[in-house]
């Protein structure tokens, strides 16, 4: 009973994170919204089907509402400013998505300036999930052999077991706010 007890909290917890009434959700998924509220309180019988409407309705993984814990993520996606969807690889999220993800765990943000005349950073790699905004100017985010290059509003979201290392982009001063979690 409390896997089902949590399966709904995680539920109603995903729709207030992106900012949906019930009524838009269920609409959004094609259910009555009688039936939809009551997935919030009771998931014991909400079909399989409605889970896979709201991971993708909501751009997260059908196990991570299933189970409450992120799939591991594989490379890397980037938001660019403005926009909802991803550039590059997979599915992008939007900001309050990144902030649902990032619930229940331990977030250490950081605010970072880089000068062009920096030395490029050596190249880390460490446990957890990193979420990087560029604040101002342009920075460059390394991976191996890899290098992406984020403007003023642009973000990136990333699995930071791989390699990786940012430095300025540019002759200007750049800030981005990182943060990590563990």
Do not use: W
């Not at 259910?31 to 409407?53: F, H, L, Q, R």
């Not at 649902?100 to 950081?110: A, D, G, V």
């Amino acid at each position: 009973m409390d896997e089902i007890r949590e399966l709904a909290e995680r539920i109603k917890a995903l729709r207030d994170a992106c900012g949906y009434t019930e009524e838009e959700v269920a609409e959004a998924i094609g259910i009555d919204v009688e039936a939809y509220k009551g997935y919030e309180t009771n998931a014991a019988n909400v079909p399989i089907s409605v889970i896979y409407s709201l991971a993708k309705m909501y751009n997260v993984d059908f196990s991570e509402i299933m189970t409450g814990t992120s799939a591991k993520l594989r490379t890397y996606q980037v938001v660019r400013a403005g926009e909802g969807q991803n550039a590059d690889r997979y599915p992008g999220y939007k900001f309050e998505n990144l902030a649902y993800r990032f619930t229940k765990k331990i977030m250490q943000p950081f605010l970072v300036t880089l000068d062009p005349s920096d030395k490029p950073a050596d190249l880390v790699s460490h446990k957890g999930e990193e979420f990087n905004l560029v604040i101002s100017g342009s920075v460059v985010v390394v991976f191996d052999d890899t290098e992406i290059i984020l403007n003023t509003g642009d973000s990136i979201y990333f699995n930071p077991t791989y390699k990786h290392g940012q430095k300025c982009y540019g002759d200007k001063p750049a800030t981005f706010l990182t943060v990590i979690a563990e």
